[in-house]
C-alpha cells in the first residue's frame, strides 16, 4: 500500500493513457509503484495537471500535444526547461501498468529523472530543477536507477548532530546550518575550506537514501563527492576531503 506523504520536487513531461502508451512496455512484467510515491494528488486529465502547477507557482507554457499527452515549457530562475506530462486514467490502466511504466523510464537506456504521484509522472529533460516541480505538486522525485555500490549497514546516526560530530572529529564540521527546507539535512565547513564544502543529511530509509544517492550523481551542475553509510550520506565538494571521511567514518564512496 502506497503511503500518501508529501515530498520535495521540480519538473514536467508526456501524458500516455492506456490507448498505446505501453507499447514499448508490453513485453515485460507489471511492476509496483514504488512505496515512497504519494497516492494523492490525482488528475484527470494533463490540463487538470497543468492547472495545479501554475497554483504552485510554475507556469508551463504548452508546446505541442498528442493523443493523450503533452510537452511544455516552464522557467526557472532564468532557465527555459522542456518537460513530458503523462496522466493514466486509472478506471482503464492498472497500478502495475503505471509501475511498470516508471521502472522503464528510469532504467537504462532511458535512465530518465521523474517527479511522481498519484495516477502520473512528470519527466523534466533537466533534473536539476525535479525537486522545484515536486514541491509545487506535492510529489516525489524519482532519479534514474543508477547501479550503486553495497552500502555498508553502520554506522548509523540518530541525529544530525551526531554526525556533524563525527564528521568534526575527521576533517571538520564548523558554521553548521541546517536547511531550511529540509528537516534532516545541514552543511557546514570543513578543515579545508572557508565556506560550506559538506553537506548532511539523514535518511528515513534505505530506499530514500539511495535514491537521494542516485539524484545527486545525476545532476551533472551539481559535481558532488559523496560518502555514506547506514542512515546517512555527506557531500564534499573537495575529492580528498570525501576519501579522508570516507576511511574515518567507514563510509563508502560514490561518485
Known sequence: ??????????????????????????????????????????????????????????????????????????????????????????????????????????????????????????????????????????????PPLFPLPDIPRNPRYANLDSLADALDASVGCERREREKDAANAMTCVTERSKEPCAYLELHDTSAERDDALRLAISVPELPRFIVTAGNWSIQFCDRSLGREAADDLGGVVVS
Open 1 to 142: 500500500m502506497r503511503k500518501t506523504t508529501s515530498v520535495l520536487a521540480s519538473w514536467l513531461l508526456l501524458t500516455l493513457t492506456a490507448c498505446g502508451a505501453f507499447t514499448q512496455n508490453s513485453g515485460s512484467p507489471m511492476a509496483p509503484i514504488p512505496d515512497r510515491v504519494p497516492s494523492k494528488p490525482l488528475f484527470r486529465s494533463t490540463d487538470e495537471l497543468l492547472t495545479a502547477l501554475g497554483e504552485g507557482g510554475i507556469d508551463c507554457e504548452v508546446l505541442r500535444r498528442r493523443e493523450g499527452g503533452l510537452d511544455c515549457m516552464a522557467e526557472f530562475d532564468g532557465v527555459k526547461v522542456e518537460s513530458e506530462i503523462s496522466v493514466f486514467d486509472t478506471e482503464v490502466v492498472e497500478e502495475g501498468e503505471i509501475g511498470r511504466s516508471i521502472t522503464s523510464r528510469r532504467k537504462e537506456p532511458y535512465s530518465h529523472t521523474l517527479v511522481a504521484a498519484g495516477n502520473w509522472y512528470i519527466r523534466v529533460l533537466d533534473p536539476a530543477y525535479a525537486l522545484q516541480v515536486a514541491e509545487a505538486l506535492g510529489a516525489v522525485v524519482l
